[in-house]
T-cell receptor, first 115, second 114 residues
């Protein structure tokens, strides 16, 4: 079956622009995660949804970052007024268990470059 | 709190040689432990996971890992490296006290030479 998909795969933004990154999780998965992966680093947690509820947003680095999952399926990560330090790969993962503790399935990521 | 330390940001082995990638964790409660592999420009793929069952865990592509509580380790091994094993490997930990996120190590880049 289809895995987690993300779009766009690559995004170049000028500093100060707003961007929106989309994640289509595996159908039926209740849990959805966003991670940020800086160059040469492991992924770092940003936020977590269980269905449409955002249960944890403790990893969002600033109030410029906003995520939503209004119908409990597709999710969008929005970054306002992008800064150079936002350049990273943004990974989405979904899981069919409520806490994502058994296995998270990752998408290919969106590579964001802020110039 | 929980954390993961991967010793060695780069490991190089010859094709056919043993692969050993090290991971040590800290966790205040029994953890779940994972190894993920990431090929260039791709997402992470689960290799194997430990979720409090058997301490020796077998995964895909001939990899295995052993959970050693006394050493707080979860090292990844493969008896014989293939060229196709060249990738970035991440160890991750989850426990029930630390919210929902996987906590990843910084990764180890595996190079396989002919």
């Amino acid at each position: 079956g289809a895995g987690v998909s993300q779009s766009p795969r690559y995004k170049v933004a000028k500093r100060g622009q707003d961007v929106a990154l989309r994640c289509d999780p595996i159908s039926g998965h209740v849990s959805l995660f966003w991670y940020q992966q800086a160059l040469g680093q492991g992924p770092e947690f940003l936020t977590y949804f269980q269905n449409e509820a955002q249960l944890d947003k403790s990893g969002l680095p600033s109030d410029r970052f906003f995520a939503e999952r209004p119908e409990g399926s597709v999710s969008t990560l929005k970054i306002q007024r992008t800064q150079q330090e936002d350049s990273a790969v943004y990974l989405c993962a979904s899981s069919n268990d409520p806490f994502g503790s058994y296995e998270q399935y990752f998408g290919p990521g969106t590579r964001l470059t802020v110039t | 709190a929980q954390s993961v330390t991967q010793l060695g940001s780069h490991v190089s082995v010859s094709e056919g040689a043993l692969v050993l990638l090290r991971c040590n964790y800290s966790s205040s409660v029994p953890p779940y432990l994972f190894w993920y592999v990431q090929y260039p420009n791709q997402g992470l793929q689960l290799l194997l996971k430990y979720t409090s069952a058997a301490t020796l865990v077998k995964g895909i592509n001939g990899f295995e890992a052993e959970f050693k509580k006394s050493e707080t380790s979860f090292h990844l091994t493969k008896p014989s490296a293939h060229m196709s094993d060249a990738a970035e490997y991440f160890c991750a930990v989850w426990n029930s006290n630390s919210g929902y996120a996987l906590n990843f190590g910084k990764g180890t880049s595996l190079l396989v030479t002919p």
